[in-house]
Nanobody, 125 residues
């Protein structure tokens, strides 16, 4: 079974930056798309970003496009989310997820299954 562990969350002022990391177990990490989702209290889980199995394609939710960047380091079995120009509305628990099927692009949120426990990001105004 896949195990995902997020880290890097914290408290930051509006306009600041954070980089989240997600460490994954498994011998075939490089074959699967990876994604980040977030959920704020009282709100539905929201798609944030995804990266294809090859790393050649990335996708972003409209609310974070231009501010967040997803990347992966297959040698470290890790996916990252670089966040800049943070806003109070970015406050949420951020979780990473792995694609259900190998070689998918990751362009659809429905492609993802296994979830980590999440890391809290709080942006003060």
């Amino acid at each position: 079974q896949v195990q995902l562990v997020e880290s890097g969350g914290g408290l930051v002022q509006a306009g600041g930056s954070l980089r989240l990391s997600c460490a994954a177990s498994g011998r075939t990490f490089s074959l699967y798309a990876m994604a980040w989702f977030r959920q704020a209290p009282g709100k539905e889980r929201e798609f944030v970003a995804a990266i294809s199995w090859s790393g050649g394609n990335t996708y972003y939710g409209d609310s974070v496009k231009g501010r967040f960047t997803i990347s992966r380091d297959n040698a470290k079995n890790t996916v990252y989310l670089q966040m800049i120009s943070l806003k109070p509305e970015d406050t949420a628990v951020y979780s990473c997820a792995q694609g259900r099927i190998a070689y998918n692009t990751g362009e659809s949120p429905a492609e993802f299954g296994s979830w980590g426990q999440g890391t809290q990001v709080t942006v003060s105004s």
